[in-house]
């Protein structure tokens, strides 16, 4: 199976190479297409990209976010499997995509999704929280739940069938595609415990006590725009999930 991994940058410098780096190791990697959508970076990010070979093709354009930018990777891919790689996030080992290809050839299912680990983001070894994603099934999305995006794989023909990222979200886009994807479509998923990325810490939606806000209702929107309607609570069990993250990051 062929994976294309998309990676949207800019100004990433300062992260970017350990993200290719996680790339370059993989033991798959002789079947993977990385993709790199860049948005007119102004620093030496397109300079860090051209030192790695692997690195299939860099669209280097103006974009309208990173949500944006993501589509357009999802566009040209070519794929069996996507899977989307921050600039700033990194996979745990080199066996990551080998492991993935290799549920998706036992269970024939739409989309693989594992564990997570958020690190300093000036000291990746850190480990600041530990997001044990644990099995999927509806009623639990209506508790708060969702998979780690970072770690979602899913199959092309998913994306075409389905739709790609809604780029009129700012913060929550990948929380829409995931509730649109898993408890609108009911994609077939399968779970794979294990740590597939390192993720730093301090993301658009956590920025700042607004965006904080922005995403709350952003997420509130997600149901509204698929006509699915949560539980009194699910929106407020979605954070309160993270709590446990934040007391038990070694667990």
């Known amino acids: 199976m062929k994976v294309s991994i998309i990676t949207a940058t800019y100004n990433s410098a300062t992260t970017v190479a350990d993200t290719l780096l996680s790339v370059e190791r993989q033991t798959y990697l002789s079947n993977v297409e990385h993709i790199i959508v860049d948005g007119k970076s102004e620093d030496n990010t397109l300079k860090i990209i051209q030192h790695f070979k692997h690195v299939h093709s860099v669209i280097s354009e103006k974009d309208k976010g990173i949500y944006d930018a993501m589509n ?31 549920l998706f050839e036992a269970t024939n299912c739409d989309a693989v999704y594992g564990d997570l680990i958020f690190v300093h983001p000036e000291k990746p070894t850190r480990i600041l929280r530990k997001w044990i994603a644990g099995n999927y099934s509806p ?17 092309k023909e998913v994306y075409e069938k389905f739709g790609m ?87």
């Open 72 to 102: 357009k990777g999802i566009g040209s891919a070519t794929g069996d499997i996507i899977g989307i790689l921050n600039s700033d996030d990194f996979y745990a080992h080199e066996n990551v995509i080998e492991e993935v290809v290799k």
């Open 165 to 251: 990222f809604n780029t009129t979200f700012i913060s929550s886009a990948d929380y829409e595609l995931l509730l649109r994807l898993l408890y609108m479509h009911h994609i077939k998923v399968e779970y794979l415990k294990d740590v597939l990325v390192h993720m730093r810490s301090g993301g658009q939606s956590t920025k700042s006590f607004k965006n904080r806000i922005r995403a709350h209702k952003e997420d509130y929107m997600a149901w509204k725009v698929n006509k699915l309607q949560p539980k009194w609570y699910t929106l407020m069990m979605k954070p309160a999930r993270k709590i446990k993250q934040f007391l038990f990051p070694r667990s």
């Open 139 to 155: 009623k639990q999305i209506l508790k708060g739940w969702m998979p780690p995006h970072p770690t979602f794989f899913v199959r």
